[in-house]
């Protein structure tokens, strides 16, 4: 078994840049959790309005036929009192704003701005897009103070990108504000005139204004403010438990703000969850159980250590995705391990607190050492980013929390191959030349098949550690290995630098997925592939191997389709085939000819019996034969009547003990009428005769040279396969086949 060293570590001191805003947004107060409100004017909808908020008037009339408001309504009474002063106030701070730019008008037609304080000197109008963008800064303010009335045209646009948030949009309108037809608008608006939203229009955010009527006609109003409750239970899902009503969403636009106090905190046990924005008070937490999810589809806000707590256990591990950060505060990302095995994983956090594998065996691999170095004391390759792990909880199932600011956005770790020895050729691969030990950074998984085309120096593969094999599973962009192309959160994987120079492997944020399982059986097999597992009756470990045919591969290894057979563990069974004498464990050939065989080998520390399963048979068409030979015993078995095959290997054992052969291959051809019934071909220093219609062959086979010189001479075994390995030069020669049935010849190459 491994040998482990425990380590101690120091902490790792944290370090916090804030970020810095030009103005400052006013304080709504009571008026806050409004998404439409008059301190002076009356309410009017015509058609099936939706509003989700609070909504009312201070003094007017109200009339709200046909309209849907999630949220409450508040006409005349103490909330609208308070809510009129503090709507006035909010008016005042931001007339009180120095301009940080004087811009002219019209707005939009794919106008981009960034965070500032807008003055607009005379009424405006917005047409086409106006595109906000906050630069990667999830508190990027925008006030926009406009001098005169403002309306959109139809079908206009406000749109956010880079972190900018319709809650950190604020737009100052000295008069009368319109939206168009079937317009998109985003921020809170502080009028003071009449506020018309016309049919099909959608306001992210709030309409408030200080003195003038609100006419609704068929639109939707969302406030980007939605308070989580408490007092009742923990489930996110449940509407009751948020005010004004309705549970976070990205579609609508619903943002989650969970305050300090507010217990019990939302636990999300559910998969498919959503935010606009999440904001989690100092003091507050929200915690997403192992197996489950939630998307914020802008930023997360955190203002207090561990406040998004994501659970991890035998079952699985939460998934969290999201596009920026603000705040100061911290999460706590859990990892569980099984006892005594080792897990490889990365850290999902840019900054830690504590050391997070305290009194666990760690080790992390150095490729110009090309073997696994186990931390023994403080170490700066602790916390590295994208740098894997490989972490082991001696005699029980532990779990290792990660705290700090979690990983977003583009993260890149270099790759090595600085092993040299003499000899070293681009497609020779000693040992574990060119092995770096990298990993998934974010808490979700991401999608391998994204990426890969963006590494450098760098075959499109990875490499995953399955504990439970004691072996690597493999995933290779081609296809044909038996990892999915999904990295599960925090998981660790090996690489292959392929080329004589540092490469890079980059992740980034678009190839994130919410995806649970750890590891899975490819479901987009190619079509002509055979699996073979090999596992033994000694231990529960197992290993696998794959072999597929298309007409685009080579024979010679090609990266991203072939993978290397990376070993593991002594005890376990290892299986492999063999291009160029080389040993991988994912095999892809093209349709050369009618017979291919493809050497197998298999070893061991173990003796003992084993078993070999062949799986997926049923991707080769019906006409093709599959059968296994087992060289050491002169035994040939076809798979697709008897796909396992048991025997027993000694120590150290015959490493390259079996043939795979693939008969009447004829694949693109529509006419796979089967003529000849005897096929023959050679493999190395043998020579096969193949029974194509499953009938038992007896007779004579004679071996000449070119020119018609008899060489060999013997007679067949009754079996459907037959090999014959003559005493002869390397060279081409003829084979003749004499049976009852008939005469068969074919010219054959043979090696020494």
Known sequence: MKSKFLFIITAVTLLYFPKVNFGQAPDLGA??????FTAVGAITNTGATYVTGDIGTNAGAFDFTGGTVVGQIHVVDGTSALAATDVGLAYSSLSGLSCGSTIGTPLGSGQVLTPNVYCLVAASTLTGNLTLNGQGDCNALFIFKINGAFSTGTNSNVLLINGAQAKNVYWQINGEFGLGDGSVFRGTVVANGIINLNTGATLYGRALTIAGAINLYAITATITRNLWKGGGNADWNTASNWIPGAVPSCILAINAEIPNGATPYPVISSTGNYAD?????????????????????????MNGSDALILKSDNIGTASFIDNGFAGTGTAKVERYLSQDAWHYTCFPVTTTQTNPLQGLYVMYYSEPAHHFHYIISLDSTLGQTMLGYGIWSDGINSTVNFSGSLNTGDQSI???????PAGWSPDYIPGYDGWNLVGNPYPSAVDLSLLTGSWTSVEATAWFWNPAGGNYKVYPTGGGGDHSKYCPPEQ???????TGSDGTVVMNNDARVHYGEDFLKVSDDPANLLRIIASGTINSYND???VYFNDCRKQDYEPGYDAWKYSGLAEAPQIYTLVNNKKVSVNALPFSQKNITVPMGFSTSIPGNYTLVATNLGSFDETIKISLEDLKLSTTQDLKLYPSYTFTSDTPGNANRFVLHFNNI??????????????????????????TNGTVLSGD???????????????????????ITPIIDEGYYVVKVVTNDGVYSGKIYLEN
């Open 666 to 691: 004829s694949f693109g051809i529509e006419d796979k009428k089967i003529d000849n019934p005897v096929q023959i071909y050679s493999f190395s220093s043998s020579v096969y005769i193949k029974s």
């Open 492 to 498: 660790g994987f090996f690489v292959h630098n392929n």
């Open 31 to 36: 008026a806050s959790g409004f998404a439409l």
């Open 414 to 420: 270099a790759v090595s191959r600085t092993w040299n």
């Open 277 to 301: 924005n999440l904001t989690i008070q100092n003091g507050a937490t929200l915690t997403i159980n192992s197996g489950m999810d939630l998307t914020v589809c802008g930023c997360t806000e």
């Open 701 to 723: 086979v004679f071996i000449s040279d070119m020119i018609g010189r008899e060489l060999y001479r013997g007679h067949l075994v009754s079996n459907t396969l037959n090999r």
């Open 544 to 546: 696998e191997l794959s």
